[in-house]
């Protein structure tokens, strides 16, 4: 088989011309997780049969999809001018090659090419579109289907959704498609979080390639393609707005039945007045209502949570967050999503809600999601079990000035795929001067996310740099915090947060601010080691509390540093984010081991430190208290 065109993966630029027969992926004989130091208990029960089965978008959910998870032929090559002619082994889809579920465990090198292929069914039926959606690829993708590639610009981003019309490319029950990536994890203007090269101190393994599900979708010729939902509980209405792709028709109506009522959309909106006594959504009560879109012959099922996130001032003008209307401390924990096995894949879907299960019984109603955007279950996990997430934008590497554009693209990419999910309630732009451009450029993202979505607070920037930094930065050095400049002029400030990092042992807060809530974004970082439990020998943290587990000493440090905390939240600070949820790699400042067989305290005494931090920020907002 002849590949008619050139493909540019990475900087290069060959011809394709090796032929080569497809072979039969199913089965999963001869797979075996790769060796890794520390494994899950859900890494554990990992099959190609039951890797991640579930439907992929549950916000909007439709029939007729094909699940294409499991095991596909691979190759790496370098620099290779064709196709490959031979191909390695067998990989498990959707975890990343370097990972151990994956089967393989290899690390990608500068350079290297790592190609995928598989057989699809594209029968279907007539009138029918063919969809191809991959949910996550790092960093460049090109796709081929019977030695045609799809499109004519490789897709670029790795961390979020795309969807190829592949239905003029496949024929019959049996087509050949083959994936191509190339990841420059640190050596381009990517954003790829915390993935290095030299995984060390507060940077991970990478991650390269498909490491989330790929499906196939088959639609009318006139469907839904996304929607926006935007819920007033003041006004007590739903706004609903639909894209939909149709070759006949500019804007068709769409209708929605939702609370028992049905109306149509115009113009491609519509507005519904929700039934007297709603019920509101909240990390108590996580209440959802289900609804129905239907457009043609297209039907889609999604759901929504009437809420409110915003902040006010309090009886001494000082500015708190509120959730529907009520003052708020929110309190959570850095959580980085990474896993022993899976790295950045989740073992399974279980994985993930535990997780989200162990935060809730501790008394978080918050978590800071680090440097990454999760698949889109996670985020349905916490819209059902009920908890609050602020969102961080993965970080670039390389020059700032010269990523902007794609950087943009990928923020409003994110923001748009969890617009829907009223579990998250504020946006992190950039984290600890991680990609941050100039200070012109800074303001006008800030300005800019404020208008894309009105319906969420931004934090930005979160540590160190809140404005340029230089001379106006705020960071560490040193040993001391230098806090003298740590704000623009007042007409120059952005974003509704000005949020301060501080890993000492009674971490202070910013200055009470007029225009933006004072926010303790990081801070505690208790090293607490659990041997056995180890990823490397080197493990670190930033208060150690010995060579081994003293979960009674890690309990007394961290009960004393929340008290210290609600003394902050009655001076005026509006919220905190532990670091962090479990131990990461080389990182041994989790509250649970990596491998989440060891939980290092006893939730019911975290969920009664938590309360007494609320409490007293609950009073300092009704209070006539001097800071």
Same mark, same amino acid.
């Given at each position: 088989m002849k590949y008619a065109k050139g493909i540019f993966c990475g900087a290069l630029s060959f011809a394709l011309g090796a032929s080569y027969g497809m072979e039969n992926q199913a089965g999963g004989a001869g797979w075996f997780p790769a060796p890794v130091p520390l494994k899950t208990v859900w890494g554990e029960k990992v099959t190609p049969e039951n890797a991640w089965r579930e439907y992929p978008r549950p916000q909007m959910v439709r029939d007729g999809w094909v699940n294409l998870n499991g095991l596909w032929d691979?190759?790496?090559?370098?620099? /290779?001018?064709?196709?490959?002619?031979?191909?390695?082994?067998r990989i498990l889809v959707p975890f990343a090659i370097e990972s151990s579920l994956s089967g393989v465990g290899r690390l990608l090198e500068p350079g290297e090419i790592l190609w995928y292929r598989r057989t699809i069914d594209g029968t279907r039926k007539p009138g029918e579109r063919l969809l191809l959606n991959f949910d996550a690829v790092d960093f460049r993708t090109q796709v081929f289907v019977n030695g045609r590639e799809v499109t004519d610009v490789p897709h670029e981003g790795g961390q979020l959704p795309f969807t190829l019309d592949i239905t003029d490319f496949v024929s019959g029950a049996s087509n050949e498609l083959v994936v191509c990536t190339w990841d420059p994890t640190e050596d381009f203007v990517n954003s790829r979080g915390k993935q290095s090269f030299r995984p060390g101190g507060c940077f991970y393994t990478r991650v390269s390639g498909i490491w989330q599900t790929v499906w196939l979708e088959r639609v009318p010729e006139t469907y839904i393609e996304d929607y926006r939902v935007t819920t007033d509980i003041d006004a007590g209405t739903v706004t609903f707005r639909f894209d939909v792709k149709s070759p006949k028709f500019a804007k068709p109506e769409v209708e929605v039945t939702v609370a028992g009522l049905q109306g149509r959309t115009e113009n491609g909106a519509l507005? $519904?007045? &929700?039934?007297?006594?709603?019920?509101?959504?909240?990390? +108590?009560?996580?209440? *959802?209502? =289900?609804?129905?879109?239907?457009?043609?012959?297209?039907? $889609?099922?999604?759901?929504?949570? &009437?809420?409110?996130?915003?902040?006010?001032? #309090?009886?001494?003008? $000082?500015?708190?967050?509120?959730?529907?209307?009520?003052?708020?401390?929110? *309190?959570?924990?850095?959580?980085?999503?990474?896993?022993?096995?899976?790295?950045?894949? !989740?073992?399974?879907?279980?994985? &993930?809600?535990?997780?989200?299960?162990?935060?809730?019984?501790? %008394?978080?109603d918050m978590m800071r999601k680090h440097i990454k955007v999760e698949p889109r279950r996670y985020y349905a996990l916490c819209d059902r079990l009920g908890i609050l997430v602020i969102?961080?934008?993965?970080?670039?590497?390389?020059? /700032?000035?010269?990523?902007?554009? *794609?950087?943009?693209?990928?923020?409003?990419? @994110? @923001? #748009?795929?969890?617009?829907? /999910?009223?579990?998250?309630?504020?946006?992190?732009?950039?984290?600890?001067?991680?990609?941050? !451009?100039g200070p012109v450029q800074t303001r006008n993202t800030l300005l800019w996310m404020k208008r894309h979505d009105p319906t969420r607070l931004v934090?930005?920037?979160? =540590?160190?740099?809140?404005?340029?930094? %230089?001379?106006?930065? @705020?960071?560490?050095?040193?040993?001391?915090?230098?806090t003298s400049r740590h704000r623009p002029p007042e007409e120059e400030e952005s974003g509704d947060v000005v949020d301060r990092h501080d890993y000492r042992e009674k971490p202070e807060m910013l200055p009470v601010n007029p225009r933006r809530a004072s926010f303790l974004g990081e801070f505690g970082g208790l090293g607490c080691r659990?041997?056995?439990?180890?990823?490397t020998a080197n493990a670190w943290g930033y208060g150690d509390t010995g060579k081994d587990a003293d979960r009674k000493a890690f309990e007394t440090k961290y009960v004393n540093l929340m008290d210290h905390v609600g003394g902050l939240a009655a001076k005026g600070l509006a919220g905190s984010v532990y670091t962090q949820t479990t131990d990461v790699e080389g990182e041994i400042n989790g509250l649970v081991t990596y491998d989440r067989k060891v939980v290092k305290?006893?939730?019911?005494?975290?969920?009664?430190?938590?309360?007494?931090?609320?409490?007293?920020? +609950?009073?300092?907002?009704?209070?006539? *208290?001097?800071f």
């Amino acid at each position: 088989m002849k590949y008619a065109k050139g493909i540019f993966c990475g900087a290069l630029s060959f011809a394709l011309g090796a032929s080569y027969g497809m072979e039969n992926q199913a089965g999963g004989a001869g797979w075996f997780p790769a060796p890794v130091p520390l494994k899950t208990v859900w890494g554990e029960k990992v099959t190609p049969e039951n890797a991640w089965r579930e439907y992929p978008r549950p916000q909007m959910v439709r029939d007729g999809w094909v699940n294409l998870n499991g095991l596909w032929d691979y190759a790496v090559t370098k620099d /290779a001018p064709e196709v490959p002619r031979t191909w390695d082994e067998r990989i498990l889809v959707p975890f990343a090659i370097e990972s151990s579920l994956s089967g393989v465990g290899r690390l990608l090198e500068p350079g290297e090419i790592l190609w995928y292929r598989r057989t699809i069914d594209g029968t279907r039926k007539p009138g029918e579109r063919l969809l191809l959606n991959f949910d996550a690829v790092d960093f460049r993708t090109q796709v081929f289907v019977n030695g045609r590639e799809v499109t004519d610009v490789p897709h670029e981003g790795g961390q979020l959704p795309f969807t190829l019309d592949i239905t003029d490319f496949v024929s019959g029950a049996s087509n050949e498609l083959v994936v191509c990536t190339w990841d420059p994890t640190e050596d381009f203007v990517n954003s790829r979080g915390k993935q290095s090269f030299r995984p060390g101190g507060c940077f991970y393994t990478r991650v390269s390639g498909i490491w989330q599900t790929v499906w196939l979708e088959r639609v009318p010729e006139t469907y839904i393609e996304d929607y926006r939902v935007t819920t007033d509980i003041d006004a007590g209405t739903v706004t609903f707005r639909f894209d939909v792709k149709s070759p006949k028709f500019a804007k068709p109506e769409v209708e929605v039945t939702v609370a028992g009522l049905q109306g149509r959309t115009e113009n491609g909106a519509l507005v $519904v007045k &929700m039934p007297a006594g709603f019920k509101l959504w909240s990390p +108590e009560e996580p209440n *959802l209502y =289900g609804f129905t879109a239907t457009c043609g012959e297209d039907r $889609v099922d999604g759901y929504f949570g &009437m809420r409110k996130f915003d902040m006010a001032p #309090d009886a001494k003008g $000082v500015l708190r967050f509120r959730l529907n209307n009520k003052f708020r401390y929110i *309190l959570g924990t850095l959580d980085q999503g990474l896993w022993p096995d899976g790295l950045l894949t !989740p073992p399974s879907e279980e994985a &993930m809600a535990w997780d989200v299960k162990l935060l809730k019984d501790a %008394g978080f109603d918050m978590m800071r999601k680090h440097i990454k955007v999760e698949p889109r279950r996670y985020y349905a996990l916490c819209d059902r079990l009920g908890i609050l997430v602020i969102q961080d934008m993965p970080s670039g590497t390389g020059d /700032a000035e010269a990523r902007y554009g *794609l950087y943009r693209r990928e923020l409003k990419e @994110m @923001m #748009d795929r969890l617009y829907n /999910a009223p579990s998250v309630v504020m946006w992190i732009p950039y984290n600890e001067s991680c990609g941050q !451009p100039g200070p012109v450029q800074t303001r006008n993202t800030l300005l800019w996310m404020k208008r894309h979505d009105p319906t969420r607070l931004v934090d930005g920037p979160s =540590g160190w740099h809140d404005w340029e930094g %230089g001379d106006r930065g @705020m960071g560490w050095a040193n040993g001391e915090w230098n806090t003298s400049r740590h704000r623009p002029p007042e007409e120059e400030e952005s974003g509704d947060v000005v949020d301060r990092h501080d890993y000492r042992e009674k971490p202070e807060m910013l200055p009470v601010n007029p225009r933006r809530a004072s926010f303790l974004g990081e801070f505690g970082g208790l090293g607490c080691r659990v041997a056995g439990h180890l990823w490397t020998a080197n493990a670190w943290g930033y208060g150690d509390t010995g060579k081994d587990a003293d979960r009674k000493a890690f309990e007394t440090k961290y009960v004393n540093l929340m008290d210290h905390v609600g003394g902050l939240a009655a001076k005026g600070l509006a919220g905190s984010v532990y670091t962090q949820t479990t131990d990461v790699e080389g990182e041994i400042n989790g509250l649970v081991t990596y491998d989440r067989k060891v939980v290092k305290f006893d939730p019911a005494v975290f969920a009664e430190a938590h309360r007494r931090v609320r409490e007293v920020a +609950e009073k300092a907002s009704r209070a006539d *208290l001097q800071f």
